[in-house]
């Protein structure tokens, strides 16, 4: 995949997917995202929103490890947790990055034992999310990342005080919107969240 600077390891699972040529929608926001800075990243279905999530996670957590997770991903279902679980199985095959995926059907006890034990990247609804946060089930003092994906489906569903209540609890950390529309409900949870954000608005290929 030809990214400027992309870690080893990852390149080494792409080139075993077969993946050797990157989308246009991750040339463009790639450098950015690396960069750290806040974005909003506007494309169609299928486009490659997940994909270049995963990628831009390994590529920023793959060389450290801590206790605590240090990327938060919110997903719109559980559908979409297993989905994202799946990304990261294939294209962090060379790395130890340890992630974890939460959704309202599963055990919370059970979710927050096995977190206690150490992740690096946890995925889940923000339903589940919210009310592990609330009874103190995750860390998000060294989170690195903050992420939102399906973001217009998920504000249709009224989430926005959950992930507010969430970002509002972190002092420094990338915060990362991604969406098929910028929709009024975006713009307004954007201002609210982020810090001078970068707006990608990707057309279809």
Do not use: W
């Not at 297993?82 to 006890?109: C, N, P, W």
């Not at 059970?110 to 990247?121: A, F, H, L, R």
């Amino acid at each position: 995949m030809k990214l400027k600077k992309i870690n080893e390891k990852l390149q080494e699972a792409l080139i075993d997917l077969g993946l050797t040529e990157a989308n246009v929608l991750q040339q463009e926001t790639f450098s950015t995202l690396k960069s750290g800075a806040d974005c909003i990243v506007i494309s169609p279905k299928g486009s490659g929103k997940s994909t270049t999530i995963v990628l831009n996670v390994i590529q920023q957590l793959v060389c450290e490890g801590e206790e605590s997770p240090r990327a938060l991903i919110i997903v719109e279902d559980k559908a979409k947790v297993l989905a994202m679980e799946e990304l990261f199985e294939q294209l962090g095959s060379k790395t130890d990055l340890r992630v974890y995926g939460i959704h309202d059907k599963g055990d919370m006890e059970y979710d927050k034992n096995y977190i206690s034990t150490g992740i690096d990247v946890l995925i889940g609804t923000p339903n589940r999310l919210g009310d592990m946060f609330t009874t103190a089930g995750y860390n998000v003092n060294r989170l690195k990342m903050f992420i939102l994906d399906d973001a217009d489906a998920i504000l249709k569903l009224r989430h926005e005080t959950k992930i507010m209540r969430i970002s509002n609890s972190i002092t420094r950390t990338q915060r990362l919107i991604f969406s098929e529309q910028l929709t009024e409900r975006i713009e307004i949870l954007a201002e609210k969240m982020l810090l001078e954000p970068f707006l990608f608005e990707i057309e279809e290929e």
